[in-house]
């Protein structure tokens, strides 16, 4: 029997909310078997299971027993039907999907999310941008979440539609991107016996998103919707997923969209805005310090214009993680760049000698930190996160602050700027001493003949573009690449898939970022074993006629792995070559076929000389454009700290031409 078709007697709501609790670390809890009856529409009953990824800041505490009101509730006009007129479920959810001010989806329909597509037909709000694949839909939403700061919203059938969407959740849940997932279900009478299609994707999903529910009751849809947009964008936000069972879909209902959510338990969760004696407790931190750093990643991206107010006060340096890129001007004279396995010499180098770090918006990732005992050993760590579950999950700080990073910042620059700080801290010395080191580990690349280096062409791209695209990758050395090499200027400029490293990313994630921002320049910076993970979706970018460019760095190889075998393993090519083997002189697959037939203006370049004028006609041409640049396959992304490894263990020499 299915878990997901269970379903208890009580007779009290019929939706299926599913939590997850704060703990004290985030080891998953046991889920108990849930079992089945038959007297349908009642409660279904949920496990209580894994840490809740929420908080947000607020001004008041707020009754455990509060109900709230969805902030975007107005009043609408909708002539499809009359106030007090019976409609379909599926209407009622499109209509709910409105008054959240969604505006486009990415929904690929089927069998049991058909009624929804047919209600999407009749409203003159949301445009569908059709996907070739669930999970191009779903990274599509998360492109579209990233690069606007708002949900993205995609819709999937049952079975195998719902169960395409796991990456992506898995994604937006690592990286707290805020998504709607709604799945078509099976009917209710048939949820447990194994019908064509049923996937107990409630509890496929349950601990790789923030919350989902299985609707058991026409009268709750419009509460579910809102409650599910409240959920994925406040606190940490992340991915909800609502799965409704087609006859949902077809019952007629009139709706209620005055009923309140019913969110007490999340609500009393929330944390509180900071304590002023912390905040205090921080300045006067920084004020005894010799040798600050802040380390900021994605947390930060809300808070982008009272970070560079902060830094502008205290004259900190600066260095970012993966997530945290364009949170502060990468080109700015006190950002040190990227820090961790891949970040820059002087970043990591900061870290490893400072006295004070300021981590602001962060989880202490392994990526970035390597040896935990070793990562900021000399530093007093103060840690600000919006997450009560990752304040001394890896790393313990010295002082914790549980809040909303945005006012955390605003408060503590009342403070320095009520205490006339600009100017009066003095950090000169520290600066200088990493300015030295940028000196001595600038970010580089070696030139061999004509063959073109990938850092060059994201080079001239950042060049050609004055840093202003909004770029997207796959995953792999091209990513890292993308992150070292382009100076990103502002937040919610790079999208790419951090936490779960998600190959694929790249080229669906920017069809959302291009639908959500028609007028800029959005660029996928790829390679060959990431674009070919999603290539059907160059069918959408055509039909849609979205500017999405594809800058794809084409290696013949996975690159990143090539790396490892390279540095770890004596160079045995391990299934790594993408190429076909009978004939490795010849460029395979032909990327340009693939272009053509999706009627893709594309070319190829092998020559550096020819890099420049190939890119710049590449961001001249109207619409999509393709532009495979052959790449040495021997590069590897340097500086590189090995897996587990400390500062001292850093690798800044070396590619794929030598031996180890």
Known sequence: M????????APSTSTAPIYRLPSPSKAPLPISTLTLTLTLPSTFNHTKTRSLHISNSLSKPISSTATTSSPTTEKFSFPRFA???PRKGADILVEALEREGVTDVFAYPGGASLEIHQALTRSNKIRNVLPRHEQGGVFAAEGYARASGLPGVCIATS???????VSGLADALLDSVPIVAITGQVPRRMIGTDAFQETPIVEVTRSITKHNYLVLDVDDIPRIIKEAFFLASSGRPGPVLIDIPKDIQQQLAVPNWDVPMKLPGYLS????NPNELHLEQIVRLISESKKPVLYVGGGCLNSSEELRRFVELTGIPVASTLMGLGAFPVGDELSLQMLGMHGTVYANYAVDKSDLLLAFGVRFDDRVTGKLEAFASRAKIVHIDIDSAEIGKNKQPHVSVCGDVKVALQRINKILESRGARGKMDFRAWREELNEQKVKYPLSFKTFGEAIP???????LDELTDGNAIISTGVGQHQMWAAQFYKYKRPRQWLTSGGLG????GLPAAIGAAVANPDSIVVDIDG????IMNIQELATIRVENLPVKIMLLNNQHLGMVVQWEDRFYKANRAHTYLGNPSNESEIFPNMLKFAEACGIPAARITRKDDLRAAIQKMLNTPGPYLLDVIVPHQEHVLPMIPSGGAFKDVITEGDGRTKY
Do not use: C, H, K
Not at 2 to 9: E, F, G, K, W
Not at 454 to 460: C, D
Not at 502 to 505: C, E, K, R, S, V
Not at 528 to 531: M, P
């Open 159 to 165: 079975g195998p539609g719902a169960t395409n969407l």
């Open 269 to 272: 969760r929330l944390p509180r």
């Open 2 to 9: 299915s878990n997901m078709a269970a379903v208890a007697a």
């Open 528 to 531: 060959d074993g990431s674009f």
């Open 454 to 460: 990938p850092q060059y062409a994201i080079q001239v």
């Open 502 to 505: 998600a190959m694929g990313f």
């Open 83 to 85: 106030p007090d007129e």
